[in-house]
């Protein structure tokens, strides 16, 4: 069920266009990622990058092109992403607040939980089995991401990269095939970027939940240094797309999106 | 340049503060290695249905019909706060919700007692109708309600609270109108002696339908569909991703609170032996949701204590403003009024000094306790 | 401190209800400046700003701001005084507009023509968010919005300009673009500012200098030049 | 087709009474974000406060001024005695202590004035003017919408053009921000409340007339057709009250002409399914937010 | 603990509520929300009658202790605070416990408990079934009997005119409706308009009405929206048919309270009663409830509710007089049952053992030049087929010190 393509497109957009009343925020978008490859979508604000993982998730309609997900048409609705193979972390940390950290994993693992109403009116053993085996998955998430000392702790109460780890760990206990990541490092200190930096280059090779990834991101160190590939936008459009080191040369990116003085 | 030595640099920079704060964190209501959900929760019962069944026993019957009410709210608290405070759907149209259990159960045990059918399972029978009928109703409303937040949320459901009447006018023949049903409802079970006080018996029956009631709120709110309640209240988006269909969440919390409601209602009937629109009106609704936020949001004890004070305040204000001498004219004025803003005044300032609700502020008192203590 | 320190926080205490967060903090600010706070998450930066503009009260110590303390006056007569704050985590009014908002920024100022102009300036500034004067806060991306919310501080017109985390979700060339108007700033109108940056080469590049928190402590505090230069102490502290 | 036009007219003079009420409901979630239960009874309390004093000195206009300004004074006095000293732990305690408001107020006119219904005096005819033989408006319903039209203009003009307007909208949504910009988020609240009484307490003083008459529930049922007046338009919308209270009053009067008085509070259910079901904010709810 | 919770009697010493020194009755009334204006005069109004006739040695030696509880005309209140009455305060009966939905909730418990029902105040039929309610007594004609009697009164005066019918959407316009249509024939009634008290814009009925051309409107209103029907109706273009409101909403202190400066608009008015009219000064028995009303009810504004309240407190002395010394539940149902009651009440008590309904007849009244004043012969009928008949027995006037005898 979940055989792992190798080699092949894990997500390709074709010719996607968004607009919002007038306002032309994605225009005729292609774009393929390969599997097993961190894909990095960069370009100054507004650019339509959030947007262009709102289309994928579903929260917004394009008015044109096509989603492929794994080769086949990709009919996206938010709460089937799970399901399909598809996770995501929101700009910021957006964990439940009213759920302990442990609890917000296992949340994440909704998808592949199998305890019926009825079981769970009842609190038959059935459901307790099922919740049991989701709260190992989600301690060893924890464990492996290092966080799991704050497994009983309420999200506000948390450092903020404790709180962006306990995300990842959220959208990675659904053992996902595409991990979408939106601004994983806004906000994070040095440290803490290197090792994100570290995690998301071992992703797609991780035993358990290998994937393929793609991020939004301004952090350019990060982008440069876990990318396989990077896409830039500007209004809308692809203006540019190849290697880290393609892309830092490419004048036109550096003119509209890193400015005169590139930060390395 | 000042010289403080550098601080080690870690993952978790402030952990000293952290481990701190950890103290106060509730422990999440699963806890590694525990056993049975229903096992632990019908432990809970059966130490209330015990405690219960001897406070039955020493207490007259009026006490005892006020402990059936109160465990009449208690079924419908208990689902109300899970839906309100745990999924954040608000509702002010649980009275209509009661109604719809309630007009179920008399129209069954007068239909059921004519024709003499189902012998000792009528009771339970029609009550099980009852729940099924609201929750139907509850799906309904369920529907609309998922499209809707905040205030439109109040508004629709404060609509539906206030059509109860106009259904029961519109269909006169089956509901009789303003004047309502009277409910057949069976003596106490003979094996119990002629002098059993039917109050006592009506007790037992409000206090099981809540015992149920509580169980299966408690159990669902403990299981991965309690969870997900929680998640669509914090953050639909989020909700959204991690494959929680936020829509068909919201419906089945409406539609268990709903049941819930149906329950109480139906045990309503029966302890008052009639049904009557009034009796479901919009007071109704907004009462079910000053129990649940004075009690506490969101928890099952802030229920309980929510639908005992439904049932003690009107009652105790009642008897305190009784104690006061006061001449002709000034009791003309004063009578009915004087408990009304008693009433109001305390649940102003209920509010004021445990914003929380009284669960809440227990919670609280029980920390500062245990710290005075360590203290000492 | 002396008469140029436009800014002093003097052994300050703050926290969360009863959790502490901010340890004897002494901080003085020369007028003209800008002062980059540093330091890893849960350091306490945020804590520090929200202390000096009121929004957390201390438990003790003194702020002085002109010599005034600060904790007697009201958090909304602090704009009149010349002291600016860009929350954490973009505080635009997502229900009001574009427009509205930068208004709300100049609403103080009885020199009317002067907040038009400044409002001009931002939309100059930030080009994107001229294209968007009349949608609403929340329609923006999130670098819109973050750019939103320094605009609207600049409306103002401040003396100290409190800035937390600028750079958060802006593309890197915005954000070298505001480094480089906030050293602009302090050379033309002798703007102070208060820098709380994650994006430490950034804020060291313009800073005059700089500081770092640990445990809610100030642990270092050095010319930013020196922090620069000087691999030992950013490695112990800053971790590059 | 007479009995239609007539209904018609009929519905627009209700109409006009719900949406000066709903106005009121609208000030007050601008302003302070939150569903005012308490609006009914504090209009009641303004009323007895009018009533008594024009009957003392036999003006009506006297009444009317004191209804407005003991509204705003009642408005504030709430805001700064109570609503601000209430706990945010949750959402719902605003509510709780509007409700609680609401019986001790009831309970102390009660007290104070006893449970009987008095006359509501109004200063025009309200015999309605006849065209064609069909009773279309009286004079007073005219003086209603009159006066609801300039309340909805003024208070447009308040939050789109002003200052004031502006600071109250930003106080309302984002407190913190706000004062950070200079704005005394605490003043904002209070004038919010005390406009949004005073509003409340002239649509009090205009509508009772039209009612049974002044008793401590004169304003119960109008404060539940009001506030559905107010969700149908959209509680963001000034005009909305004003499009949601001419709906509701059309349908409670078809409906009671056309199908008997006991099923409009189904034809009202019904009404709002069909609006927020299309449009979840109201009809003239703003763009939607955008969530991610 | 296991005696029984009820007190059905037995020797004196076991009966509820009943001691050598007092006698406890409770009642359960709307003194707060919406339903209260005027009702919550009735229970002050007995209780000082209550207080008068213990000032003057009580019944049998025994002072009367009477305890009102609001029930805020909500059932389920009524639910509550009976049960408390019954079982807490252990009252010796009930006493005109106030409204049909309210009141129709404990009949059951009531009678389960042996409690005597005495003088349920609302005109619904329901409070007449010896056999299923054997301690439940009515007290003000029914409400079929009341439109018979209406429309008995429209048949001989207002020949060939146009009648119509208002009615509240519950039991009391419903009732009110088949007396009508019992005398008068279904097609009798032209329009036939309904309203609800939720909904206070009645001018599409009224504007119906006008459409019809009625002439006489007789109407099963209560008193806020008999005010109501008046004020609009002169509003559409100045219809002014005949109004015949029931007895429930035509106590002219309280519509002219309600109408203020259109009260003029109650000029002509016509309504039956069952007791004399409050402003009616000349009438000793309202000489009599006033000077009580003066002297122990804080000399309240005295309108009909006042009347009622009293005259009720009255009637239940009389019947606890007759009951006798050894005092029970039985016998003063029995006492009851026995009827033959004089009072205040302008027709006959039908009390029996067969038939547990009130008062049985009822004279027009009219208001001219603002007094309301009771015109014309007392009429009775029953509210089945039977013929409106004319009542002959002359009414007598109290006793000289006000305190009733057996
Ligand atoms: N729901 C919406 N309504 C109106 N405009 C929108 C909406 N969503 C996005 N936009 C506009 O579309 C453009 C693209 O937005 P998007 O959030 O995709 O940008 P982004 O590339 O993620 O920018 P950033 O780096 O600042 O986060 C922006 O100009 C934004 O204002
Ligand atoms: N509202 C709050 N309630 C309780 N504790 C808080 C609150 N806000 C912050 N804290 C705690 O105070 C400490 C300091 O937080 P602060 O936000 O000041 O750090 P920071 O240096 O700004 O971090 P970051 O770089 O993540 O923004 C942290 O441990 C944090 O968890
Ligand atoms: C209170 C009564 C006199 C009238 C009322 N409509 C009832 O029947 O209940
Ligand atoms: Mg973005
Ligand atoms: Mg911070």
Redesign the pocket.
């Known amino acids: 069920m979940t055989s792992q393509p190798t080699g092949g497109t894990v997500l390709e957009l074709r010719g996607v266009g968004v607009s919002f009343g007038g306002l032309v925020a994605l225009e005729d978008v292609s774009l393929a990622a390969a599997a097993g490859t961190v894909v990095g979508v960069i370009g100054p604000n507004g650019a339509g990058k959030t947007t262009l993982f709102n289309v994928v998730c579903g929260f917004v309609e394009p008015n044109a092109g096509a989603v492929l997900f794994e080769g086949s048409p990709l009919r996206p609705r938010p709460h089937r992403l799970a399901s399909q193979g598809i996770a995501r972390t929101l700009q910021g940390v957006g964990l439940f607040r009213g759920l302990t950290v442990l609890e917000n994993v296992m949340a994440g693992a909704t998808h592949s939980a199998r305890a019926g109403l009825v079981s769970a009116m009842l609190g038959l053993p059935r459901s307790d089995r099922d919740e049991r085996r989701l709260r190992d998955e989600a301690m060893t998430l924890l464990d492996e991401l290092g966080v799991a000392e704050h497994a009983r702790a309420w999200p506000d109460t948390l450092p903020y990269a404790v709180g962006k780890r306990v995300a990842l760990a959220r959208a990675l206990v659904a053992r996902p095939r595409l991990l979408l990541l939106d601004e994983p490092a806004g906000g994070l200190g040095g440290d803490d970027v290197d090792e994100l930096a570290a995690l998301i280059v071992d992703l797609p090779a991780r035993a358990s939940a290998g994937c393929s990834v793609m991020l939004v991101e301004h952090h350019m160190d990060l982008v440069m240094k876990v990318c396989d590939q990077i896409v830039v936008l500007d209004f809308g459009r692809v203006v540019a797309s190849g290697t880290p080191g393609e892309i830092r040369d490419n004048p036109a990116v550096a003119e509209a999106y890193l400015g005169a003085e590139v930060q390395s | 340049m000042s010289t403080t030595k550098p601080a080690e640099r870690k993952t978790v920079p402030v952990q000293a503060t952290r481990s701190r704060m950890s103290r106060f964190v509730v422990p999440s209501p699963l806890r590694p290695g525990e056993g049975s959900t229903l096992l632990r929760h019908l432990l809970w019962v059966a130490v209330a249905a015990v405690v219960v069944y001897f406070v039955s026993y020493g207490i007259d019957p009026f006490r005892n019909y006020q402990l059936a009410t109160v465990a009449a709210y208690l079924c419908v608290t208990a689902g109300l706060t899970m839906l309100t405070g745990l999924n954040g759907q608000l509702s002010l149209g649980h009275g209509a919700l009661m109604a719809c259990g309630a007009y179920t159960v008399a129209l069954a045990q007068n239909e059921f007692s004519d024709r003499d059918l189902f012998g000792p399972w009528r009771l339970p029978i029609s009550l099980a109708l009852g729940v099924l009928v609201a929750a139907l109703a509850g799906a309904l409303i369920g529907v609309c309600a998922a499209r809707l937040r905040g205030p439109y949320l109040a508004g629709v459901t404060l609509a539906v609270a206030l059509v109860v009447p106009a259904f029961t006018t519109r269909f006169a023949d089956l509901f009789n109108a303003d004047q309502g049903l009277s409910v057949y409802v069976d003596s106490p079970p003979a094996g119990l002696g002629p002098y059993f006080p039917p109050e006592r018996w009506q007790a037992w029956i409000a206090i099981g339908a809540a015992m149920l009631s509580l169980l299966i709120v408690a159990n669902l709110v403990n299981s991965r569909f309690g969870r997900a309640f929680k998640a669509v209240r914090d953050d639909e988006v989020a909700a959204k991703l991690v494959g929680i269909h936020v829509a068909r969440t919201q419906v089945l919390a409406f539609v268990v609170s709903a049941g819930c409601a149906g329950l109480g209602g139906g045990v309503l009937a029966v302890i008052s032996q009639s049904v009557s629109p009034s009796v479901f009106g919009l007071t109704l609704s907004l009462n079910l949701l000053l129990a649940i936020v004075l009690g506490g949001l969101g928890s099952l004890f802030g229920a309980a204590w929510g639908a005992l004070l439904l049932v003690l305040l009107p009652y105790l204000t009642t008897e305190v403003t009784r104690g006061f001498e006061l001449s002709p004219r000034l009791a003309n004025k004063l009578e009915g009024n004087l408990p009304l803003a008693i009433f109001g005044l305390t649940l102003i300032i209920v509010m004021l000094v445990a914003p929380g609700g009284i669960q809440d502020a227990f919670r609280a008192l029980g920390r500062t306790v245990r710290r005075r203590w360590r203290r000492t | 401190m002396s008469e140029a320190d436009v800014l002093v926080v003097d052994k300050v205490n703050a926290g969360y209800g009863a959790v502490p967060v901010l340890r004897d903090v002494d901080l003085t600010v020369p007028a003209g400046t800008i002062t980059a706070v540093l330091g890893a998450n849960g350091a306490g930066k945020t804590t520090l700003l929200r202390t000096i503009t009121g929004l957390v009260r201390p438990s003790g110590g003194r702020i002085l701001f002109s010599g005034a303390d600060l904790r007697a006056v009201k958090v909304e007569q602090l704009v009149r005084r010349g002291i600016a704050h860009v929350p954490e985590g973009r505080g635009v009014v997502a229900e009001l507009t574009v427009d509205e908002n930068l208004r709300l920024g100049g609403l103080w100022r009885s020199d009317k023509a002067d907040a038009k102009k400044a409002t001009a300036e931002v939309y100059e500034l930030f080009e994107p968010l001229a294209r968007r004067r009349n949608h609403l806060g929340h329609q923006l991306s999130g670098g819109e919005r973050q750019m939103l919310a320094l605009g609207r501080a600049l409306v103002a017109r401040p003396t100290l300009l409190l800035l937390d985390e600028p750079s958060l979700g802006l593309a890197p060339k915005v954000t070298a673009q505001i480094m480089a108007l906030l050293k602009q700033l302090r050379d033309t109108t002798g703007l102070t500012v208060l820098l709380v940056e994650q994006n430490v080469r950034g804020a060291l590049s313009i800073a005059d200098r700089g500081v770092v928190m640990s445990l809610g402590r100030i642990v270092l505090s050095a010319d930013a030049d020196q922090l620069l230069a000087d691999d030992r102490l950013r490695h112990a502290y800053l971790g590059f | 087709m007479d009995r239609f036009i007539f209904l018609t007219f009929d519905g627009l003079s209700r109409g006009a009474v719900y949406a000066a009420f709903a106005l009121a409901l609208v000030l007050i979630w601008r302003a302070a974000r939150v569903v005012n239960f308490a609006q009914g009874a504090m209009a009641v309390v303004t009323a007895y406060a009018a009533y008594t004093i024009s009957d003392a000195v036999g003006s009506y206009l006297v009444g009317f001024i004191v209804a407005l300004v003991g509204g705003l004074a009642l408005g504030a006095l709430v805001e700064r005695g109570l609503m601000r000293f209430v706990g945010h732990a949750n959402p719902l305690n605003d509510v709780i202590v509007a409700l609680g408001l609401v019986l001790f107020l009831t309970a102390v006119v009660g007290m104070i004035f006893g449970g009987e219904y008095r006359a509501a005096n109004q200063p025009f005819d309200t015999s309605a003017i006849e065209v064609g033989g069909i009773p279309l408006m009286s004079r007073y319903d005219l003086f209603i919408w009159g006066s609801v039209a300039t309340m909805v203009v003024l208070l447009a003009l308040l939050f789109t053009r002003t200052a004031i307007g502006l600071r109250m909208r930003a106080a309302a949504f984002a407190p913190e921000v706000s004062r950070l910009l200079g704005v005394n988020v605490g003043r904002m609240l209070t004038l919010g409340w005390a406009l949004a009484a005073a509003v409340g307490a002239v649509a009090g003083v205009l509508i009772l007339p039209t009612e049974l008459g002044l008793h401590p529930h004169a304003m119960d049922i109008v404060f539940a057709s009001s506030f559905a007046a107010a969700i149908v338009g959209g509680l963001d919308s000034p005009v909305g009250a004003v499009v949601g209270g001419i709906i509701v009053g059309l349908i409670l009067s078809y409906v009671s002409g056309y199908f008997g008085a006991a099923l409009t509070p189904i034809a009202v259910l019904v009404v709002l399914l069909a609006v927020l079901l299309l449009r979840p904010g109201g009809i003239f709810s703003s763009v939607r937010a955008r969530t991610v | 603990d296991d005696a029984p919770s009820t007190g059905g009697g037995g020797t004196a010493a076991a009966v509820p509520g009943v001691t050598d020194t007092e006698i406890t009755l409770g009642t359960h009334m709307p003194l707060t929300g919406p339903a209260a204006a005027g009702?919550s005069k009735i229970a002050p109004a007995s209780k000082a009658f209550f207080d008068y006739v213990n000032a003057n040695g009580g019944v049998n030696g025994r002072k009367i202790k009477y305890l009102i509880e609001d029930d805020g005309y909500n059932p389920a209140n009524t639910q509550t605070v009976v049960r408390k009455l019954v079982l807490e305060d252990k009252v010796f009966a009930i006493l005109n416990g106030?409204?049909?939905?309210t009141h129709t909730g404990v009949l059951d418990f009531l009678k389960t408990q042996k409690v005597p029902d005495l003088f349920v105040?609302?005109?619904?039929r329901s409070w007449n079934q010896p056999e299923k309610y054997p301690t439940t007594f009515g007290y003000q004609p029914d409400y079929t009997v009341e439109g018979k009697i209406i429309a008995d009164y429209v048949k001989k005066n207002f020949p060939g005119k146009v009648v119509c019918h208002m009615g509240?959407d519950?039991?009391?316009g419903r009732d009110s409706l088949a007396g009508v249509e019992q005398v008068l024939g279904a097609d009798g009634v032209k329009s036939k308009q309904k309203y609800v008290t939720s909904n206070t814009n009645i001018t599409p009925q009224i504007q119906a009405f006008k459409a019809a051309g009625c002439q006489v409107v007789i109407s099963a209103t209560?008193p806020a929206f008999t005010a109501l029907s008046l004020g609009t109706a002169a509003k559409l273009g100045g219809f002014r048919p005949q109004w015949i409101p029931s007895s429930?909403g035509a106590d002219y202190t309280t519509l002219a309270g309600l109408l203020g400066d259109g009260k003029v608009l109650l000029e002509g008015l016509i309504a039956p009663g069952y007791l004399p009219v409050s402003t009616d000064a000349a009438n000793p028995w309202i000489q009599l409830f006033q000077k009580v009303n003066k002297e122990y009810n804080g000399n309240a504004p005295f309108d009909g509710n006042v009347v009622f309240g009293m005259n009720v407190a009255y009637l239940t002395v009389q019947s606890l007089l007759k009951a006798g010394k050894d005092l029970t539940r039985e016998s003063l149902i029995a006492a009851v049952e026995s009827g033959g009651f004089k009072n205040a009440a302008v027709g006959p008590y039908r009390y029996s053992k067969t038939d547990h309904s009130g008062i049985g007849g009822m004279q027009m009244g009219k208001v001219t030049a603002g007094v309301q004043a009771a015109f014309g012969p007392v009429v009775q009928t029953d509210d089945a087929a039977g013929p409106v008949t004319e009542y002959t027995e002359a009414a007598a006037p109290p006793p000289a010190n006000g305190i009733p005898t057996a």
């Open positions: 009702y106030l409204g049909t939905p105040a609302s005109g619904s509240q519950d039991d009391f209560i429930v």
